[in-house]
């Protein structure tokens, strides 16, 4: 019997921090590799789209690289919101939709014109398409960090409405993931150290700004941190 190790959380925080500076598409890719592995192990054939059910379909090589690795393990990409299968995606559109929000609020979009190309997104298809700030590759990332806490986190704790200063000692226990936010409800993410964290922007009925947060991990000490502020708002799972 062949013994897994998964990568611990140290290495996927040294991959994570390469974010911060310039990649090639191969590195973010190894890095969503690291990071897949860590929640979900060791990714096997039977998980891969074969080159011949992608042949005829014109994708850019950073979904390309996906479905050809783990694109058949919908679970790590979908949950909340669906990432696209293959036979789903409109190529002919520009750019076309490969990610959608669970009730088709927000969709995220790209087009073939580069081996990683830059992300688009719109909550409605009357409005124009608008940079995203990210490349597919790096969509992905959060995307998979996204649904890992939602979805695979043994220990999670989801707060309705948190206020800036809270938000703020967080932020102190958890590292910014370094890539630009998504758009769709301002969400912005944080890893390190076995915690991982969403926040989306929130505003009261008077139109005061407060965040709704939810924090995920693998294990229940990475989060014993949080008892300095938590109250009965709070909602472990």
Known sequence: MKFIMNPNS???????ARLADETTLEERFEILKT??????????PSDAYSPDELEG??????????????GKFTNIMNG????????????????FIFHEENQYCYVWA????EEDPPVYGREDESDP???????VSEHLILTCIFESILHCADHRVRIGWLEE?????LREHIPPVPLSPWHWLETTFYAGLDRF????KNYNQVGTNGYTVWIGSKTEPALDFLKEIEDETWHYL
């Open 129 to 135: 398409w608008q940079l995203e700030g990210l490349r």
């Open 110 to 113: 790209t087009t073939n014109e």
């Open 197 to 200: 964290m969403f926040t989306t």
């Open 10 to 16: 140290n290495t996927l925080d040294k991959q994570l």
């Open 35 to 44: 990071l897949v592995e860590y929640w979900r192990g060791e990714i096997e």
């Open 165 to 169: 200063p809270q938000v703020a000692f």
């Open 80 to 95: 909340q919101n669906f990432l696209l299968e293959p036979s789903e995606l409109d190529t002919c559109s520009i750019p």
């Open 57 to 70: 379909i014109s994708i850019p090589a950073a979904l390309e690289n996906w479905f050809l690795w783990a």
